[in-house]
């Protein structure tokens, strides 16, 4: 089994060596009615066909990882961003700027949990919402420029 690990983020997603489906058949052959139903609830799949019988839930469960990728590729459901999207994101962040020394200080000691009275407080707040949100876009920048 071949595994890829995103850095800094969600635990290693496990591929099969022919890259085509998360389970084998003969995993999925072997269990229980039941035990397919849990598996297409887990992961929000209906089977396909008759949900009294197993091969529905087994076709299921082998195909959708192929169909999942393939709507991608043809644009349906969760896109990529136009190449005109991922520059604005550039742009936006050029606009935000970096903080300055006091700035990043105060940012610093608000993640430490100290905080000014109100309503600096809420300026405060604000500080490190924005700096939060720059860390994010320029993640999303990285993951999508890969």
């Known amino acids: ?13 496990p591929l099969l060596e022919n890259g ?9 052959e072997i269990k ?17 066909g008759n949900a009294g019988y197993k091969t529905s839930y087994v076709t299921s469960l082998i195909a959708f990882p192929a169909i999942a990728l393939n709507q ?10 136009s190449f005109e999207a991922f520059q604005n994101i ?7 700027n970096s903080p ?8 610093k000691i608000t993640m430490e949990r100290r905080s000014l009275h109100p309503p600096q407080s809420w300026e405060q707040q604000k500080l490190l919402n924005l700096y ?15």
């Open 100 to 107: 300055t020394d006091e700035q990043a200080a105060l940012i």
């Open 32 to 48: 229980t009615i039941q035990e397919l139903r849990d598996l297409c609830r887990r992961y929000g799949l209906k089977p396909t």
């Open 72 to 81: 991608m590729q043809e644009g349906r459901g969760l896109r990529r961003l």
């Open 1 to 13: 089994m071949v595994t890829h690990v995103l850095e800094n983020s969600t635990p290693p997603i």
């Open 20 to 28: 085509y489906s998360m389970f084998t058949r003969t995993e999925l």
């Open 132 to 146: 939060i949100a720059k860390q994010k876009l320029e993640e999303v920048m990285y993951l999508l420029g890969e």
């Open 90 to 96: 550039g742009a936006a962040l050029d606009q935000m």
